[in-house]
C-alpha cells in the first residue's frame, strides 16, 4: 500500500471529492488507488461492478504483449481474413459506416515510425505493470486469485512458427520481453493434457492469470466499500464543467466534484463527445465459452496463435476466449463465432467438452492500439484512462497508478505524451 502513498498529500486530499465513471477493472483500479492517498471517491456505473467487459476476459495478465496491433503487414491481412468465415476478424457491415475514422487513423499508425514509436510506449508501460498489478492484489487482498505459472503461445506448423519468429518474436526480445522457445514433446511435458494440434511455440514465464476475473473486480470493489467508497448505480446523462468543478447528472440525481476520472469502456466515447474531444474509439467485440472441464487439466493459459484463441483454467472450469469482431454493442451475438470457438478449443483439448456458458462483450479499442491515459488540455479536471483493447486486465494496476499520478500533481513513472487525449486530433 505504502507504494501509492504520497506523505504530502493525503492529508491536503481528504476534502476533495472525484467521480470515476466506469466500474470495470480500469474504473476498480483508479478508485481504489486515488483512495490510497487521501481523496474521497464516488464510483458511478449504470452496471454491478466488474459485470462489463471485464466479466468476460481470458484472465491472462499478458506482459509480454508490447506490440501495436498496427502494421502494414497486418494492413494487408485484413482482406483475406474477413472473407475466412473461421478467421478471429469479422466486421459488421452496419457497423462500416463507424469504422471511417478509425480506419483512417488505424493506416496511419501503421507507418514503420509510428509503429516503432507505439512498440517504444507499449513496452515502456508493461515493463512497470507487473509490479503495479502486485501492489494492486496486495492492497485489495486478492493475491488468492492469482496464478503465475507464465502462459503458452502455439503454432500449428513449424513454418509458421519459424515465421513469427522472424519478426514478431525477434521484435519481443529486442523490448525485454522474457520467453522460451519450446518444442511439440517439450509443449507436452509441461502440458500433457493438450492434444498434439501444435508444433511447438513460446512459453512466457512471467506471464500470469486470474483464476475468476469476476472475483478479483469483486475483491477491488470490496476493498474500495471498506475504505469509505461510495457507489451510485445509474446511467450517466450528462457532464457540466462549471468554475467549481463537474457536475455529473443521472436520471435520479445530480452530484457535484472537484475532479472526474472518464473509465467507462466503450462508453466513454459518447462521455467525452460531451466535452468537445473526438476520440476514434470503437467497439471490438470478444467472446468466451465456459466448458464444463476440471480446471487442472491445465495448468495455465494456452494461446493458439494461428487461432486467436485461448484457453485459461477457472475455478469454474476453462474458459475460452477470443476473436475481434468490430459490430454495434447492441447488436445480437454471432453462434458462428462461438461455434469456431468451440471447436477450437475441442481440438486444442483432443475431445469433446460441454459448454456451460456464453458470454459476449465489448473492448473499447483505438486505432493505435494505445490506452487513453491522460488529463484533456482544455480542462485539467478531467483525467481519461479508457480504449485499453484486449489488455484491460494487463494494464490495469499501471493506469490507476498513473491516473493517480495526474490527479495527484506528482510525476509520472513515464512520459505520458503517446496515450494523450489529443494524439488523434
Known amino acids: 500500500m505504502s507504494n501509492f502513498l504520497s506523505e504530502n498529500s493525503s492529508n491536503q486530499n481528504t476534502n476533495k471529492q472525484i467521480a470515476v465513471?466506469?466500474?470495470?477493472?480500469?474504473?476498480?483500479?483508479?478508485?481504489?488507488?486515488?483512495?490510497?492517498?487521501g481523496y474521497k471517491v464516488t464510483l458511478i456505473d449504470q452496471d454491478e461492478p466488474g459485470l462489463g467487459t471485464s466479466f468476460g476476459n481470458a484472465g491472462l495478465f499478458a506482459y509480454y504483449s508490447c506490440q501495436p496491433l498496427t502494421s502494414f503487414s497486418a494492413l494487408r491481412s485484413i482482406p483475406g481474413m474477413l472473407l475466412d468465415n473461421e478467421s478471429p476478424l469479422s466486421i459488421s457491415n452496419g457497423y462500416l459506416p463507424q469504422l471511417m475514422s478509425y480506419g483512417w487513423h488505424f493506416t496511419k499508425a501503421c507507418t514503420s515510425t509510428r509503429y516503432r514509436k507505439g512498440s517504444q510506449a507499449m513496452s515502456a508501460l508493461q515493463k512497470l505493470a507487473p509490479a503495479a498489478d502486485l501492489d494492486l492484489f496486495t492492497i485489495s487482498n486478492s493475491l488468492s486469485l492469482i496464478r503465475s505459472q507464465g502462459s503458452l503461445a502455439l503454432f500449428s506448423s513449424k513454418a509458421g512458427f519459424e515465421k513469427y519468429q522472424i519478426k514478431e518474436l525477434t521484435e519481443r526480445k529486442r523490448l525485454g520481453v522474457k520467453m522460451e522457445y519450446l518444442s511439440h514433446a517439450e509443449v507436452q511435458e509441461i502440458e500433457p493434457n493438450l492434444s498434439s494440434f501444435h508444433e511447438g511455440g513460446v512459453y512466457y514465464p512471467s506471464s500470469r492469470h486470474t483464476v475468476s476475473p469476476i472475483a478479483l473486480s469483486q475483491s477491488l470493489f470490496e476493498t474500495f466499500c471498506q475504505q469509505g467508497g461510495q457507489f451510485i448505480r445509474q446511467k450517466v446523462k450528462k457532464l457540466l464543467p462549471d468554475n467549481n468543478g463537474i457536475s455529473v447528472q443521472t436520471a435520479l440525481q445530480n452530484k457535484h466534484f472537484d475532479q472526474l476520472i472518464i473509465a467507462a469502456g466503450a462508453a466513454s466515447k459518447n462521455l467525452v463527445l460531451q466535452l468537445g474531444l473526438t476520440i476514434p474509439l470503437v467497439s471490438e467485440r470478444g467472446y468466451h465459452l465456459m466448458l464444463d472441464e476440471e480446471p487442472d487439466i491445465i495448468k495455465r493459459p494456452i494461446g493458439w496463435v494461428d487461432t486467436s484463441i485461448f484457453i485459461t483454467p477457472m475455478t469454474d472450469g476453462i474458459r475460452v476466449a477470443g476473436t475481434s469482431?468490430?459490430?454495434?454493442?447492441?447488436?445480437?451475438?454471432?453462434?458462428?463465432?462461438?461455434?469456431?470457438?468451440?471447436?477450437?478449443?475441442?481440438?486444442?483439448?483432443?475431445?469433446?467438452?460441454?459448454?456451460?456458458?456464453?458470454?459476449?462483450?465489448?473492448?473499447?479499442?483505438?486505432?493505435?492500439?494505445?490506452?487513453?491515459?491522460?488529463?484533456?488540455?482544455?480542462?485539467?479536471?478531467i483525467t481519461l484512462a479508457f480504449g485499453h483493447g484486449h489488455l484491460g486486465l494487463t494494464l490495469a494496476g499501471i493506469t490507476g497508478k498513473l491516473v493517480t499520478q495526474l490527479v495527484d500533481g506528482q510525476k509520472t513513472d513515464l512520459d505520458m505524451e503517446p496515450f494523450s487525449p489529443e494524439r488523434f486530433m
Not at 469433446?352 to 487513453?372: A, E, F, I, M, N
Open 325 to 381: 469482431e468490430f459490430t454495434d454493442p447492441d447488436a445480437a451475438p454471432s453462434n458462428i463465432r462461438s461455434e469456431t470457438m468451440l471447436n477450437h478449443a475441442e481440438k486444442m483439448l483432443g475431445r469433446k467438452s460441454q459448454l456451460t456458458k456464453t458470454w459476449y462483450g465489448s473492448r473499447p479499442s483505438t486505432p493505435d492500439s494505445l490506452p487513453v491515459i491522460g488529463q484533456c488540455k482544455s480542462d485539467k479536471r
Open 21 to 37: 465513471l466506469g466500474a470495470g477493472i480500469i474504473g476498480l483500479s483508479c478508485a481504489l488507488q486515488l483512495q490510497q492517498v
